[in-house]
């Protein structure tokens, strides 16, 4: 398995620590997040399995032969990246990356989705390039500091109001889906993952 954007790494090293069988090499383009994680991933006893990188997802797993890829990936939607995080910029929609990671190689895409990240364009990218989803959970999380940010809350009211998304005054949905064009999985959940965004639900002021 790939992954795209280490963060501390403390999300995966749990999941290779309980996972005797698994590899995966990961990428994030920010220094400090790659110190943090190598120290996590080697006190969590993985260092061997698990492997962490400093560069571009994209250039660094270009002809990987692996057919999974995982990520958090950024999900700030703002109309440039000069962010109080700038690693959590996603581009003007905020699935910049996300979009990008469906349009290329990979059989499945283990992925956070938040729901006022224009998930409404991720589906279809995912649905054009040939993904179904079968599994996700969902669940709700604060707006925080960095979605708080005005310039990406200004971004996210513009894109509930043009139903791109879904958040409230206080909270949106966070959900973590397997996109997958693997012939054994033939259910797709896609029109349920859009419920569990609240696609549709009405939504934060103006
Ligand atoms: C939302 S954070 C997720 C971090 C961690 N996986 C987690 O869930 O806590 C996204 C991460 O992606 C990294 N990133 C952004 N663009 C990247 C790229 N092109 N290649 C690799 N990492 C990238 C950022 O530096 C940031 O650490």
Not at 146 to 153: A, I, M, T, W
Not at 168 to 182: G, I, K
Request: glycine share 10%.
């Amino acid at each position: 398995m790939v992954e795209l954007g280490t963060g501390d790494a403390s999300a995966v090293a749990g999941v290779v620590a309980g996972l005797p069988g698994l590899t995966v090499r990961s990428w994030d383009v920010d220094a400090d997040s790659v110190s943090a994680a190598r120290a996590v991933v080697a006190e969590r006893g993985v260092a061997d399995r698990y492997t962490v990188e400093h560069g571009d997802f994209f250039a660094g797993a270009a002809g990987s032969p692996a057919r999974t890829v995982i990520t958090n990936p950024p999900y700030l939607p703002a109309p440039d990246g000069d962010l109080e995080l700038p690693g959590l910029w996603g581009g003007p929609d905020g699935n910049a990356l996300l979009v990008r990671l469906l349009g290329g190689p990979w059989e499945n895409v283990v992925a956070a989705v938040a729901s006022y990240a224009d998930p409404v364009g991720t589906l279809e990218a995912a649905a054009d390039a040939g993904y179904r989803v079968t599994s996700f959970l969902a669940m709700p999380l604060e707006l925080g500091r960095y979605s708080r940010e005005p310039k990406v809350l200004d971004r996210i009211r513009d894109l509930v109001a043009a139903d791109r998304g879904w958040a409230d005054d206080d909270s949106y949905m966070v959900a973590v889906a397997l996109f997958t064009r693997s012939p054994l999985l033939r259910v797709d959940r896609s029109a349920e993952l859009a419920g569990a965004l609240q696609l549709g639900v009405p939504a934060l002021a103006a």
